[in-house]
């Protein structure tokens, strides 16, 4: 029997999110998209709907990138940047069929007045970048192995002025490091161990001996692409495991039906760019 010890507390979080209008597969750039597979927009825009909805109820800020035509993967938002501090570190995606929507967020920056700083290597946002502004005075932790070249890794160390410790992932499903890990709050992750090279996993374990680890079923139902406050945990209605190992460590799991995205290779994470000023 675990019992609840910690009172986790919430902080505001202002996001960025695109709505799913133009989404559909017709490439595929990881395994879990099938061209073959019929998508459904109209189910994807009311889950979607019902995850915008969810992230207004618990009190944060969300802003709405217009969605392009053509661009089918734009409602994956996390993609297109990674700030910290209010500094943004802009991405360059690998695939061209997604090349177009970095200049997008680009102009959505601008439009704020943050800082932008336009990268030179290959890099996928906070598909690749998570943040930890409590461990070791703020860490940045960094995936690489199918979409992020290490090389930006070293750029993102050197704009944003935050260490950064670059972890490999080496199972194809586990293609972006937000599907394999996640930040619960300011100083602690969720992570599937088997997605990292056990190097990485060492490394893992030695930065959060505290992490909150999940099982397969739970990681294959995206469980660990989640949006966290800090105390409210969105994550997929599918990754009831997870949920119940995060209600045990005193976060409150608000599950959120996104299935029709997971056509595309995401959930909820995927979807949510988090701004930092
Ligand atoms: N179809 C998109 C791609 O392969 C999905 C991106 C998912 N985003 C994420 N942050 N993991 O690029």
């Known amino acids: ?109 601008d439009r704020l007045g943050w800082r932008y700083v336009a990268p030179s290597e290959t890099n996928e946002g906070e598909g690749d970048f998570a943040y930890l502004p409590e461990a070791y005075g703020g860490l940045v932790l960094a995936g690489y192995g199918y979409r992020t070249d290490p ?35 300011d100083s602690n992750i969720a992570y599937f161990p088997t997605a990292f090279s056990s190097a990485s996993q060492t490394v893992l374990r030695q930065l959060f001996p505290d992490a909150i680890v999940a099982a397969d079923a739970d990681a294959l139902a995206f469980g660990l692409n989640l949006v966290s406050d800090g105390r409210n945990v969105v994550l997929p209605a599918e990754a009831t495991g997870l949920a119940k190992q995060l209600a045990a460590a005193g976060y409150r799991p608000v599950p959120v039906e996104l299935a029709e995205l997971k056509k595309g290779g995401g959930s909820i994470k995927c979807c949510v760019a988090e701004l930092r000023p």
């Open 151 to 185: 090389a930006a890794h070293a750029e993102a160390q050197e704009v944003l002025a935050r260490p950064v410790v670059s972890l490999h992932l080496t199972d194809p499903r586990f293609y972006h490091l937000d599907t394999a890990l996640a930040s619960i709050d």
């Open 1 to 109: 029997m675990v019992s609840v010890t910690q009172h986790r507390m919430p902080r505001k979080r202002t996001y960025l999110i695109c709505p799913p209008e133009h989404f559909a597969v017709e490439y595929a750039i990881n395994p879990w998209m099938d061209t073959a597979t019929p998508v459904d927009t109209e189910l994807a825009l009311k889950q979607w709907t019902g995850l915008r909805e969810t992230l207004l109820s618990l009190g944060h800020e969300v802003h709405v990138l217009p969605p392009e035509p053509g661009l089918r993967d734009m409602v994956f938002a996390a993609n297109g940047a990674f700030s910290v501090d209010g500094t943004v570190y802009g991405a360059r995606f690998k695939h061209p069929q997604r090349t177009a929507e970095a200049a997008l967020h680009r102009e959505f920056y």
